[in-house]
């Protein structure tokens, strides 16, 4: 049975609840998948790093409070992140991204999905910030390199949207995307229709592991506008930039609204939408919409989100399940690790592993 031996860059919500799966079900899985996972590094801007090649003890990590957490004094560890070292010099099979997204120039992650590539690692990550401002880029790198570079939890978190796109629309032509893509504001504007305001319906939201660690992007549409991106440019072959895709948020809806526009029949969304014109251009925008009862996505609630695709030959097809949530992420990295397995068990040309010096060991 086979091996991959992950570094884990960033130790938040999504890392850690990927973590979780491995300590408690990765015999399950390896049973299931025909290969297991084992951790080997693990960075953290606010714990530091820890290193053991030989397959770190996730269990006493995980039973740590996430604020509490530090690798300092630990065996192999270092109050220092170190993540260029990391990813470069740790001997892993795949580096697993999830620090914050930065909507502006998608920055550190960037860099470390980079890193990882050049270094000839497989990536996979939910970072927006790198697919929607470099994916082109990036995939191009992962293809000379041979790696691969897998990022499904960017849109929608666990629900496969990409995966269903790259896979099942074979033959389809796809002419546009419309959905509700962020789970932070739709479980907002649910809660405000409900009388909450709108911090206290912030402080759930991020209490749930929906929010970014800065919500201004969940409630000013960046997080969206960076979804849109992804989707243009894989489904419909675009290269947005994002000054190319208008963007306006939730925040300038008040409460009086959502609540007057719930008792006519209509619901607040936050929709994103691109559409690809007869000659090839494409078009892309986030904006809130006061929805009828009867269009189909007035019924998507919470953290659930919606992607409708417009097609050729099947018209609308909807892929509709979880756009955000800790575990939910985590399983979007299973199903990347999933993909990476599919596509290289049989590789004669796989990466060997470097061995890590040890004057280079904490
Ligand atoms: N939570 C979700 O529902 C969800 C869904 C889809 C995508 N995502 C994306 O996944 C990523 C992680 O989300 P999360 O909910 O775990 O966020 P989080 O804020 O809980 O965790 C991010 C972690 O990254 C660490 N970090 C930040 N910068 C770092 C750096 N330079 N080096 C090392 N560590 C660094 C932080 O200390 C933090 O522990 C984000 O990019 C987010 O946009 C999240
Ligand atoms: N903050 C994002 C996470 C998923 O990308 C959301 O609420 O949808």
């Not at 929010?211 to 979804?227: N, R, Y």
């Not at 619901?267 to 014109?277: C, I």
């Not at 919470?302 to 030959?313: C, I, K, M």
């Amino acid at each position: 049975m086979g091996r991959y031996d992950l570094a884990l860059i960033g130790f938040g919500g999504v890392n850690r609840a990927l973590a979780e799966l491995i300590s408690h079900g990765g015999e399950r899985l390896a049973k299931e998948l025909g290969f297991s996972l084992r951790v080997v590094a693990i960075t953290d801007l606010r714990a530091g790093s820890l290193v053991d090649t030989d397959g770190i003890d996730l269990a006493p990590l995980l039973a740590a409070e996430p604020g509490e957490l530090s690798f300092a004094d630990l065996s192999g560890g270092s109050a220092d992140p170190r993540n260029e070292w990391v990813i470069r010099e740790v001997p892993a099979d795949i580096v697993v991204e999830a620090t914050f997204t930065n909507p502006t120039d998608g920055e550190p992650a960037l860099s470390h999905v980079r890193w990882a590539l050049e270094s000839g690692k497989h990536v996979c990550t939910t970072n927006k910030g790198p697919v929607a401002l470099a994916g082109r880029a990036l995939k191009h790198l992962a293809a000379e390199r041979g790696v691969s570079f897998e990022f499904e939890g960017s849109v929608l978190s666990g629900t496969p949207v990409l995966r269903t796109a790259e896979r099942m629309f074979g033959g389809l032509q796809v002419t546009g995307v419309q959905g509700i893509m962020n789970g932070t504001s739709n479980y907002i504007l649910g809660r405000i229709e409900e009388g909450i305001d709108l911090p206290a319906a912030i402080a759930e939201a991020q209490e749930l592991g929906y929010a970014e660690a800065d919500p201004t992007a969940d409630i000013e549409g960046h997080d969206v506008q960076l979804k849109v991106m992804i989707l243009a440019n894989e489904v419909l072959g675009a290269d947005l930039r994002r000054e190319d895709v208008f963007c306006e948020g939730i925040s300038a809806i008040t409460p009086h609204e959502v609540r007057d526009a719930a008792a006519k029949g209509l619901r607040w969304k936050l929709v994103g939408s691109a559409t690809r014109h007869e000659d090839g251009s494409v078009d892309a925008r986030v904006a809130p919409l006061a929805l009828p009862a009867h269009h189909p996505l007035a019924g998507i609630s919470g953290p659930l989100n919606a992607v409708a695709f417009h097609t050729d030959l099947l018209g609308t097809v909807t892929v509709c399940g979880p756009g955000a949530g800790r575990i939910e992420t985590a399983y979007a990295l299973l199903s990347d690790l999933i993909a990476i397995h599919q596509r290289h068990a049989d590789d004669d040309t796989a990466p060997t592993r470097p061995v890590l010096q040890e004057t280079h060991r904490v």
